[in-house]
């Protein structure tokens, strides 16, 4: 059975292919002969009919091609459409209209290109009237994503001109580098924007744009299909989240949510149709460097020009500077007899004198000495003291440095199926409704009480002070590690409760939790609470042991609990 893509054997994608690729080269040979016989001084002639040599030319190929009934032109403008609504119609139509050759404005332009602008238009665009409406610090985020789909509009224009470089990706050229690194940098700048705002309420839109954003990097991917659904997949997870937060409250941030998701859809369906395998180049084109160079990037590797030669009348060229001075001669030759300023032969000849080394040296009075002069011996202390307070005073030894940690921020997010407490600091609002298949991690909180409503599967408390957590029901159950003044109430079913190195603890269990498994090691001050009646909050205080009394018996060790009479 045939192909409803096929016609007589030839597959219509093929087709089309080899006929743009034939129309491009017609018009560089087209284009090379008007400039041909501009600079012999003739004019381009225009038949009759009004039609320039490349119409004519258009024409004929596209007689040579073979007829394509109805539905064989509507697969092949639209067939790679798989993002669904606007998306697909957004690539899809501008594909055909441009492959058709009616209504285009500029015959030149390639599919893809015109494809792709059409593509920015109305998609990209709105996304951007949107996020105004969002709030300035989503705005911000979203004009980088669209400065950054202009940067790769370029660079898919100079791919569109040129032949395929073949860059090596561990070692680019410089010229690829400059017109591909306008795009990463955008990226950056999405992710800066994302890390420096966590604590923002719009936290979740900012993660939406930065973990899509890394798809616009697919122009130098072998497989790009399968790499934008990998960041696709990764921002409809925080879509997700604003589409659940606002699915009540807000219309427009559901909105927004989904227009982006239809921005990735949409790309995607535009790499499926134009560039399946890989950016599309082209091969009859100029090579890469001079093309990039031509759209504003790096000029072509060429070797560096010679630096002019000086003319004829220039000044020659400075003396070569002095040798160094040796340090066996003296500085001054005029003193070369003294041996304060001789050199070192002057210095060996003063040590070769031998006993008569001394003669020069001068005879000192009585009066000059201390020991035997007591006018000298008073005025010592005043001149030492008067010597010590002319020494500046020594700096201040530094402060010892602070051992404390900045406080980080505190957070309460779900990620995969793992809630996360951390960081906060005398709260006792935090409520989190949760699933079976989710776990809730507390990290480093104080003074703080956690409710979490709902049947989870476990709870970990991690090096927490005053801390009070209330849980209804567990799948697996409560593990207290490293943490001091802590109190658990359990008001459903919980099988296992574990304490780890904690001190001063108490734990209330329900009715229904009076058989649970309780394990501790190294923890002191526990106290369990078992119910008399739940329902007035009457409890029964029971201290765990702590004092143990080990034997070795018939060659093994018994420990047995230390009980003291009430």
Same mark, same amino acid.
């Given at each position: 059975m045939t192909d409803k893509n096929s016609v007589a054997g030839?597959? +219509?994608?093929?087709?089309?292919?080899?006929?743009?690729?034939?129309?491009? #080269? /017609?018009?560089? /040979?087209?284009?090379?002969?008007?400039?041909? /016989?501009?600079?012999? *001084?003739?004019?381009?002639? +225009?038949?009759?009919?009004?039609?320039? +040599?490349?119409?004519?030319?258009?024409?004929?190929?596209?007689?040579?091609?073979?007829?394509?009934? *109805?539905? =064989?032109? @509507? @697969?092949?403008?639209? *067939?790679?459409?798989?993002?669904?609504?606007?998306?697909?119609?957004?690539?899809?139509?501008?594909?055909?209209?441009?492959?058709?050759? =009616?209504? $285009? =404005?500029?015959a030149s332009t390639p599919a893809f290109v015109a494809a792709f602008k059409s593509f920015i238009d109305e998609l990209v665009d709105p996304f951007l009237s949107m996020s105004k409406a969002i709030g300035p610090l989503v705005e911000e985020q979203v004009v980088h994503l669209a400065k950054g789909f202009e940067n790769e509009l370029k660079f898919i224009e100079v791919a569109s001109k040129s032949q395929n470089p073949k860059v090596d990706l561990s070692n680019p050229p410089p010229a690829f580098m400059d017109l591909f690194s306008p795009i990463s940098k955008q990226g950056e700048v999405i992710s800066s924007v994302r890390e420096s705002n966590r604590g923002s309420n719009f936290i979740n839109h900012l993660a939406t744009v930065a973990e899509g954003t890394p798809a616009l990097g697919w122009v130098i991917m072998d497989d790009p299909v399968q790499y934008i659904t990998d960041f696709k997949d990764s921002a409809q997870f925080y879509a997700n989240k604003v589409m659940k937060e606002f699915k009540e409250t807000d219309k427009k941030q559901v909105e927004w949510a989904q227009q982006f998701i239809k921005i990735l859809n949409g790309l995607l369906t535009y790499v499926k149709q134009y560039h399946q395998k890989g950016l599309s180049w082209n091969a009859n084109g100029q090579p890469f460097d001079q093309v990039a160079a031509a759209a504003g990037g790096a000029s072509p590797s060429t070797a560096a020009p010679a630096p002019p030669a000086p003319g004829p009348g220039g000044p020659p060229p400075p003396p070569p500077p002095m040798p160094p001075a040796s340090v066996f001669k003296s500085e001054d030759d005029s003193s070369k007899g003294s041996s304060s300023t001789g050199g070192m032969s002057a210095v060996f000849s003063e040590i070769n004198k031998g006993e008569s080394v001394t003669s020069g040296l001068r005879k000192v009075d009585? $009066?000059?000495?201390?020991?035997?002069?007591?006018?000298? #011996?008073r005025q010592a202390p005043e001149s030492s003291a008067a010597a010590t307070s002319a020494k500046p005073a020594p700096p201040k030894k530094p402060a010892a440095l602070s051992n404390k940690k900045p406080k980080k921020p505190a957070r309460k997010e779900l990620v995969d199926t793992k809630w996360i407490v951390e960081n906060y600091e005398n709260a006792h609002d935090i409520v989190i409704e949760v699933e079976m298949n989710q776990g809730v991690f507390i990290d480093r909180c104080t003074n703080c009480t956690i409710q979490l409503k709902g049947k989870a599967n476990a709870v970990s408390i991690n090096e927490c002070s005053k801390v009070g957590v209330l849980v209804d029901n567990l799948v697996a159950g409560v593990d207290v590690i490293k943490c001091s003044g802590f109190g658990i109430q359990i008001t459903g079913k919980v099988p296992t409760v574990t304490i780890d190195q904690s001190n001063d603890g108490q734990l209330y269990l329900s009715s229904a939790s009076v058989d649970a498994e309780i394990y501790t090691a190294q923890t002191s001050g526990l106290n369990i609470n078992i119910p008399r009646d739940e329902a007035q909050g009457d409890y029964k205080e029971v201290p765990v042991p702590e004092q143990m009394v080990h034997r070795v018996v018939n060659g093994n060790l018994v420990t047995e609990i230390v009980e003291h009479a009430d």
């Amino acid at each position: 059975m045939t192909d409803k893509n096929s016609v007589a054997g030839y597959n +219509i994608v093929t087709l089309m292919k080899r006929l743009e690729a034939a129309t491009s #080269r /017609l018009e560089d /040979l087209t284009v090379f002969q008007a400039e041909t /016989l501009k600079k012999a *001084g003739k004019s381009v002639t +225009i038949d009759s009919d009004d039609k320039t +040599i490349e119409d004519k030319e258009e024409d004929v190929t596209m007689k040579d091609a073979p007829a394509m009934d *109805g539905e =064989s032109t @509507a @697969a092949a403008g639209t *067939g790679a459409a798989v993002g669904g609504g606007a998306a697909a119609s957004a690539v899809a139509g501008a594909g055909t209209a441009v492959a058709a050759g =009616s209504g $285009s =404005s500029d015959a030149s332009t390639p599919a893809f290109v015109a494809a792709f602008k059409s593509f920015i238009d109305e998609l990209v665009d709105p996304f951007l009237s949107m996020s105004k409406a969002i709030g300035p610090l989503v705005e911000e985020q979203v004009v980088h994503l669209a400065k950054g789909f202009e940067n790769e509009l370029k660079f898919i224009e100079v791919a569109s001109k040129s032949q395929n470089p073949k860059v090596d990706l561990s070692n680019p050229p410089p010229a690829f580098m400059d017109l591909f690194s306008p795009i990463s940098k955008q990226g950056e700048v999405i992710s800066s924007v994302r890390e420096s705002n966590r604590g923002s309420n719009f936290i979740n839109h900012l993660a939406t744009v930065a973990e899509g954003t890394p798809a616009l990097g697919w122009v130098i991917m072998d497989d790009p299909v399968q790499y934008i659904t990998d960041f696709k997949d990764s921002a409809q997870f925080y879509a997700n989240k604003v589409m659940k937060e606002f699915k009540e409250t807000d219309k427009k941030q559901v909105e927004w949510a989904q227009q982006f998701i239809k921005i990735l859809n949409g790309l995607l369906t535009y790499v499926k149709q134009y560039h399946q395998k890989g950016l599309s180049w082209n091969a009859n084109g100029q090579p890469f460097d001079q093309v990039a160079a031509a759209a504003g990037g790096a000029s072509p590797s060429t070797a560096a020009p010679a630096p002019p030669a000086p003319g004829p009348g220039g000044p020659p060229p400075p003396p070569p500077p002095m040798p160094p001075a040796s340090v066996f001669k003296s500085e001054d030759d005029s003193s070369k007899g003294s041996s304060s300023t001789g050199g070192m032969s002057a210095v060996f000849s003063e040590i070769n004198k031998g006993e008569s080394v001394t003669s020069g040296l001068r005879k000192v009075d009585k $009066s000059e000495m201390t020991h035997k002069n007591p006018e000298l #011996r008073r005025q010592a202390p005043e001149s030492s003291a008067a010597a010590t307070s002319a020494k500046p005073a020594p700096p201040k030894k530094p402060a010892a440095l602070s051992n404390k940690k900045p406080k980080k921020p505190a957070r309460k997010e779900l990620v995969d199926t793992k809630w996360i407490v951390e960081n906060y600091e005398n709260a006792h609002d935090i409520v989190i409704e949760v699933e079976m298949n989710q776990g809730v991690f507390i990290d480093r909180c104080t003074n703080c009480t956690i409710q979490l409503k709902g049947k989870a599967n476990a709870v970990s408390i991690n090096e927490c002070s005053k801390v009070g957590v209330l849980v209804d029901n567990l799948v697996a159950g409560v593990d207290v590690i490293k943490c001091s003044g802590f109190g658990i109430q359990i008001t459903g079913k919980v099988p296992t409760v574990t304490i780890d190195q904690s001190n001063d603890g108490q734990l209330y269990l329900s009715s229904a939790s009076v058989d649970a498994e309780i394990y501790t090691a190294q923890t002191s001050g526990l106290n369990i609470n078992i119910p008399r009646d739940e329902a007035q909050g009457d409890y029964k205080e029971v201290p765990v042991p702590e004092q143990m009394v080990h034997r070795v018996v018939n060659g093994n060790l018994v420990t047995e609990i230390v009980e003291h009479a009430d």
